[in-house]
């Protein structure tokens, strides 16, 4: 991935009006599809020119570098773009397995079963271990 002039790569996706697109994220290896997250032009930017998922943390109103205290750091090896242009699919090395603050291998571990929503994955750490809260 090569960030070349990105006013060029930039200007070609749709972004929302708080300027942020989607951005998934899917295993490299299993192709399961790990979580979904924001992304400004910064966190873009600096995830291609650092080879790492960065993102933009709507709650917390700033970049947040995946893995920054987890650990859990998502190392990219591929970055598309959909037909529309107005979202992205980051093809990554999830380090570690785990790509979810609740200690799971992804976010998407509920899965609506008559009418509720059943959790499918296990967690693999517990988040208390991983964050020390």
């Not at 989607?22 to 490299?28: E, G, L, R």
């Not at 750091?73 to 598309?80: E, S």
Request: proline share 3%; net charge neutral.
């Amino acid at each position: 991935m090569s960030a070349a002039d990105p006013g060029d790569w930039c200007d070609q996706l749709r972004w929302n009006e708080e300027g942020l697109i989607p951005a998934i994220a899917q295993d490299a290896a299993s192709g399961r599809v790990l979580t979904l997250a924001w992304m400004n032009r910064d966190a873009l930017r600096e995830t291609i020119e650092k080879g790492h998922a960065v993102y933009w943390s709507r709650s917390r109103k700033k970049l947040w570098r995946k893995g920054e205290q987890s650990g859990h750091a998502q190392q990219v090896k591929d970055l598309r773009m959909d037909c529309d242009g107005d979202a992205l699919l980051l093809i990554v090395e999830q380090i570690g397995g785990i790509a979810c603050h609740t200690g799971r291998e992804r976010c998407f571990f509920r899965r609506l079963e008559d009418g509720r929503w059943v959790s499918t994955d296990p967690v693999l750490k517990d988040p208390r271990l991983i964050y020390g809260k």
